[in-house]
């Protein structure tokens, strides 16, 4: 185990993409988003980001989750994993540019699942680039598996395994709304009565879990509910969980520099 503590940050799919469309990026949230990363100057700190409207519309179409049933799904699992490195490829593009030193590492090139669960890590070029003080990059993917063949892993599993594999103290989840709340904000029905969870040790987390809804839409990895589960390993690892809204301006700037910022943290106890 590394002895080194990093900072995980997770940009939501929800954030830098539009949801409800096809390959829709919001590059002016990416772009912002970038000048935060190396305005807050954090060193070994791993960033992570979701699939959005680039991952989860072709992996729904194609069952890719799923595993492989058909020679019908390969073409499917490469438009995939290739829309991840689209979007991958605009992050990219925008950190750099900010003067960021990201490198990008493909999940499907250095890891694979078993049933879904991530089962081999080449941990080496990420370790080695760390401690140059490069920021790594890592994103969803469409990745091989021993078992089912291929499936998606999600970037909130790889957050979770990258915070116990390196000792992560925060991880950051940067999503669309301003944190977890009692029922989902942007459901019409719960919409006007749903409360904001400033604070909540994972215990509590454990019991509220049962009572979110997993979404219904396009999405494949479980939206909040998934990722919460995904979440629990890293939590009882002892690493602290901020999400917060990745749409306001500053509000991951300053989760990155440890200040008090709305959102909802989640502690061990
Ligand atoms: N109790 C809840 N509190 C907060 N958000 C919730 C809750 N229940 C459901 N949600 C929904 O979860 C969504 C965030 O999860 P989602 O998986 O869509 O985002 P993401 O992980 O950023 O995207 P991606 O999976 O593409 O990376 C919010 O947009 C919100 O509508
Ligand atoms: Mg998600």
């Not at 690892?237 to 709305?262: C, F, M, Q, W």
């Amino acid at each position: 185990m590394s002895q080194v503590e990093s900072v995980i940050l997770k940009i939501g799919g929800s954030a830098i993409t539009d949801k409800s469309g096809e390959l829709e990026a919001k590059t002016q949230v990416i772009d912002r988003l970038a000048e935060e990363v190396h305005k807050a100057n954090i060193k070994q700190l791993i960033l992570v980001h979701g699939g959005g409207s680039f991952g989860h519309p072709s992996a729904k179409r194609n069952s890719i989750k799923e595993g492989f049933r058909n020679p019908n799904q390969l073409i499917g699992f490469a438009e995939t994993h290739h829309f991840m490195t689209v979007l991958n490829g605009l992050v990219m593009d925008s950190l750099i540019m900010h003067g960021v030193p990201a490198v990008s590492i493909s999940p499907s090139s250095c890891m694979t699942t078993e049933k879904g669960r991530i089962k081999t890590f080449e941990k080496a070029p990420l370790k080695m680039l760390m401690k140059m003080d490069f920021l790594p990059v890592l994103y969803g993917d469409a990745v091989a598996d021993a078992k089912i063949g291929f499936t998606i892993l999600s970037g909130d599993q790889i957050v979770s395994a990258l915070a116990v594999q390196f000792n992560a103290r925060r991880i950051i989840m940067g999503v669309d709304v301003d944190g977890l709340y009692d029922a989902d904000p942007k459901d019409p029905k719960s919409q006007k009565t749903a409360k904001l969870l400033p604070q909540i040790k994972l215990v509590e987390l454990r019991r509220l879990m049962n009572t979110i809804a997993r979404p219904n839409d396009a999405d494949v990895t479980g939206g909040m509910s998934g990722k919460l589960a995904e979440l629990l390993p890293a939590l009882d690892h002892g690493a602290s969980v901020t999400i917060t809204n990745a749409l306001k301006p500053d509000r991951i700037y300053k989760a990155l520099k440890g200040e008090l910022i709305e959102g909802t943290l989640i502690e061990k106890g």
